[in-house]
């Protein structure tokens, strides 16, 4: 069973940093790709960040690349996402979700979610 | 980067109903689409991948086609915990990005 839990959410200045955790089952870890996915409030899903099961495939969308950094922790079963100089913008839910390949070759885009960790960006 | 847009953005529908929603992608993503659910307060959840594969634990009332670049979500006969809103999704190159999203209403 995958269960994903976040956390490191809350409100924080704009210009600041936050970190957040996203813990999941070593199942999960051995098996599965980890993105970041955010949704600001009311609006719609924008995925964030992937890091591969080795760590050395990172992508990001361009509006978080040079400010956010997607990491993770094999021996903690720990994904990451720590963000640096945070805006209003960032105002969002951020969900961990996986990516699995099977042995046919088809993948499983974000079949798989955490419940979200709020981050709020505000003076 | 690679657009993908949805229509409709919302929908009115009874219990029932067939209700067809369409997501068309800015250039050829062969089938590397899928589609979501997601309610209110709650994570999304996955109802087809690989543009017409159901996701295991999904009602067989949903189905999902095309390829290319013009994709649809079926839902043959609208039951009242489908009330929800929908996403697409393309993954066929990075960033990954979202349709804009139905919402479907009673």
């Known amino acids: 069973q995958v269960h994903l839990v976040e956390s490191g959410g809350g409100v924080v200045q704009p210009g600041r940093s936050l970190r957040l955790s996203c813990e999941a089952s070593a199942f999960t870890f051995s098996m599965y790709t980890m993105h970041w996915v955010r949704q600001a409030p009311g609006r719609g899903l924008e995925w964030v960040a992937v890091i591969s099961q080795d760590g050395n495939e990172i992508h990001y969308v361009d509006s978080v690349r040079g400010r956010f950094t997607i990491s993770s922790d094999i021996s903690k079963y720990t994904l990451y996402l720590q963000m640096d100089s945070l805006r209003d913008e960032d105002t969002a839910m951020y969900y961990c979700?996986?990516?699995?390949?099977?042995?046919?070759?088809?993948?499983?885009?974000?079949?798989?979610w955490g419940q979200g960790t709020l981050v709020t960006v505000s003076s | 980067d690679i657009q993908m847009t949805q229509s409709p953005s919302s929908l009115s529908a009874f219990v029932g109903d067939r209700v067809i929603i369409t997501c068309r992608a800015s250039?050829?993503?062969?089938?590397?689409l899928g589609w979501y659910q997601q309610k209110p307060g709650k994570a999304p959840k996955s109802l087809i991948y690989?543009?017409?594969s159901l996701q295991s634990g999904v009602p067989s009332r949903f189905s999902g086609s095309g390829s290319g670049t013009e994709f649809t979500l079926t839902i043959s006969s609208l039951q009242p915990e489908d009330f929800a809103t929908y996403y697409c999704?393309?993954?066929?190159?990075?960033?990954?990005?979202f349709g804009g999203g139905t919402k479907v209403e009673i």
């Open positions: 690989t543009a017409s």
């Open positions: 250039q050829d993503i062969r089938n590397d």
């Open positions: 999704l393309q993954h066929n190159n990075y960033p990954i990005t």
């Open positions: 979700t996986t990516k699995r390949c099977d042995a046919g070759g088809t993948c499983h885009f974000f079949e798989h």
